[in-house]
């Protein structure tokens, strides 16, 4: 009997000791309830936000929650939060359907609205982004650049959808000390400022010397100042290996660069270093869709670049590959340097030329190229730069590569209307839709096969226009729903007269079906574990 007692004691030691705790965050100038320093995470005492990310793991540490409630945060703020127990996390979240937004147009030299040095943390649903006026230009004597999310240091943590926009700087930087990241299901635009030469500010620049897999997915970007997704790095001397073991797949890239004045890459993988050491390895661009302003209908045409694989020939590519993915752009839509073991299959490519230069193809018996489509308005569709153009046989006789693959003239271009239809895992209901319709007509999806209920209602936005209801219904029996492709809405975001809608030809789209029951969450502060068990003990 004694053995037994200890034994269902331990069981609930171990049960208490590894229970979960939610804490909650108020604006420090909420009316009813502000989040303070001195607070201690309840309801009747929430804390500030830099308050709950300072906190130490002898008080919120894995599987606890932080609740962040409605309101405006201003500030820029640093995350120091650190998960010890392995494959466990800590979450920062907004609180139910709440809006939150973290404003960092407050007078600070902080470079981001938000630095995270933080270890297996989970920060979900909410906005990082500036409000109201501000510098966005190098020659303004009141400009800062700040990033929207500066990831520094802290392995293993999770970035889910979350909205970073508007940001004098980069969307996202999350650099070589920080493997293992998840950025998943993020809306991240019009992020960036103008230099003396050309809009700078990546959507999402990214490195990795771990040997642990980035994954980059199911993520818009768009209309940021320069590039969309930079997996990259620019130093010339590098001592080691720092970007590589990257997934990037099923993200949807477009018009990256407009907001600068000219059309810049949509994913870029390369390194600029000459000592060889840091080359772009073992990284997977799979079934993403990258698209640059294009009236298909006529031709391609202008510096529009969507994919560069490679820039310097010190450094070539090890072990890329490219698989089914659609690359929409102008003259130079698609661009590759020197490579080693790239695999490039099953792509769509829309575009005046493919790049190579002709160190480009110094291993080219490594190249695996196969069952791509290439619409070009050149017949001779491969350029080597400063060498010779090939037509689609020369280019298979010659180098023995892309066998299968075909080539038409651009007038021949067409897709199917649907290019993409993704499931958000983290929101009940939440679709992203991906449209191409080649003269700018409405669109019927058909969403009987996800098993939506007939009668519920639904609402959808282009993702362009985020605030606004472009189109709202009930969902009838035949599990059809129309989205227009008319971009008459568009407005030009904060501070910026260059920024470019998408044509009518290409639209993305969020559709939110009515909610089921939300699951309950506590809205008190659970006990701390000890406390539970001695009270369960009778003290």
């Known amino acids: 009997m004694i053995r037994k007692t200890f034994y269902i004691l331990c069981c609930f030691v171990g049960f208490y000791l590894n229970a ?86 407050v007078n600070s030299p902080s470079k981001a609205v938000l630095e995270v040095k933080s270890q297996q943390v989970i920060f979900k649903n909410f906005e990082v982004t500036f409000l109201g006026d501000y510098a966005r230009h190098v020659r303004d004597l009141s400009f800062i650049r700040a990033d929207g999310i500066n990831h520094t240091s802290g392995q293993d943590s999770k970035f889910i959808n979350l909205t970073i926009h508007n940001n004098p700087g980069s969307g996202f930087g999350s650099w070589k000390h920080t493997g293992g990241t998840i950025i998943y299901g ?21 490195q990795n010397i771990s040997d642990k897999t980035r994954i980059i997915k199911n993520n818009i970007i768009f209309n940021n100042y320069y590039m969309g997704i930079e997996v990259w790095s620019a130093s010339k001397k590098a001592n080691s290996s720092y970007v590589k073991n990257m997934l990037l797949q099923n993200n949807i890239i477009f018009n990256n660069g407009s907001s600068g004045g000219y059309f810049k890459n949509n994913i870029i993988v390369a390194t600029d270093d000459n000592n060889g050491v840091n080359r772009a390895t073992n990284i997977k661009l799979v079934n993403n869709i990258l698209y640059h302003n294009t009236d298909v209908t006529k031709s391609a045409k202008g510096d529009a ?69 290439y619409f070009s308005k050149n017949n001779r569709n491969f350029r080597v730069i400063n060498k010779k153009d090939y037509t689609m046989a020369d280019w298979k006789s010659t180098l023995s590569i892309d066998v299968n693959s075909t080539w038409q003239n651009i007038k021949n271009f067409d897709m199917k209307s649907t290019l993409n239809i993704s499931k958000n895992e983290f929101a009940q209901n939440e679709y992203r839709v991906t449209l191409f319709q080649k003269e700018g007509q409405s669109v019927v999806i058909d969403f009987s096969e996800y098993n939506l209920k007939t009668g519920s209602s639904f609402k959808i936005y282009d993702v362009e226009n985020p605030k606004a209801i472009l189109k709202s219904g009930i969902l009838q029996e035949d599990g059809n729903i129309v989205f227009p492709m008319d971009n008459s809405n568009f407005e030009k975001p904060l501070h910026n007269t260059k920024a470019q809608k998408t044509l009518s030809n290409f639209g993305v ?23 539970r068990f001695f009270r369960w003990l009778g003290f």
């Open 186 to 206: 993020c809306k991240i635009f019009n992020n960036g400022f103008f230099s003396e030469v050309r809009g700078r500010g990546a959507g999402i620049y990214v």
């Open 305 to 373: 670049g969507s994919l560069t694989l490679g820039v310097n020939s010190k450094a070539p590519l090890l072990d890329v590959e490219v698989i089914d993915n659609i690359i929409i752009g102008g003259n130079n839509a698609l661009r590759f340097d020197n490579a080693e073991n790239t695999v490039f299959k099953n792509n769509i490519i829309y575009g005046g030329y493919v790049h190579f230069y002709e160190y480009g193809l110094t291993n080219f018996e490594t190249l695996d190229f196969d069952n791509n489509k």
């Open 20 to 105: 979960q705790q939610e804490f909650h965050v108020f604006p420090m100038d909420d009316l009813q309830s502000p989040g303070a320093t001195l607070g201690n995470g309840s309801l009747a005492q929430p804390w500030d936000l830099q308050t709950a990310l300072n906190q130490k793991t002898s008080i919120v540490n894995s599987g606890d929650t932080i609740w962040i409630h409605e309101g405006v945060y201003n500030g820029k703020f640093v995350s120091s939060l650190q998960s010890l127990k392995p494959n466990q996390y800590i979450t920062v979240s907004g609180f139910k359907d709440d809006k939150v937004v973290l404003n960092g147009n």
């Open 509 to 531: 789209f969020t559709i939110e079906f009515e909610n089921s029951i939300p699951s309950e969450i506590s809205t008190e502060k659970k006990d701390n574990a000890f406390k």
